[in-house]
């Protein structure tokens, strides 16, 4: 069974720093492209964030320059440095491969 476990959310203040961890159970993440989604208050989820197997990132022009995808795949372990944090990046954090079920996320709300 492939699952997701987003860890690392909670409230910060504006302008402060938050890292994400995603640990990934029942693939090995070295051979698969992974992203982080998120879902805001009343909006549609969202790729936030993308890296492939090569280790060639992407981003949302909304938080590029401010967050950072990598992985480790001795760890299975899919991570997302986020600074300099706006309110507007509260939402529900996610990592996934595509193609497999989603996790339960994590809350990340910035506010002041």
């Known amino acids: 069974q492939v699952q997701f476990v987003e860890s690392g959310g909670e409230l910060v203040q504006p302008g402060e720093s938050l890292s994400l961890s995603c640990a990934v159970r029942?693939?090995?993440?070295?051979?698969?492209?992974m992203a982080w989604y998120r879902q805001g208050p009343g909006k549609q989820r969202e790729l936030v964030a993308g890296?492939?197997?090569?280790?060639?990132?992407s981003y949302t022009e909304a938080v590029k320059g401010r967050f950072t995808i990598s992985r480790d795949n001795t760890k299975n372990t899919v991570y997302l440095q986020m600074n300099n944090l706006k309110p507007e990046d509260t939402a529900v954090y996610y990592c996934?491969?595509?193609?497999?079920?989603w996790g339960r996320g994590t809350q990340v709300t910035v506010s002041s």
């Open positions: 996934r491969c595509p193609g497999f079920s």
């Open positions: 029942g693939i090995p993440i070295r051979i698969r492209f």
């Open positions: 890296i492939n197997s090569d280790g060639t990132t």
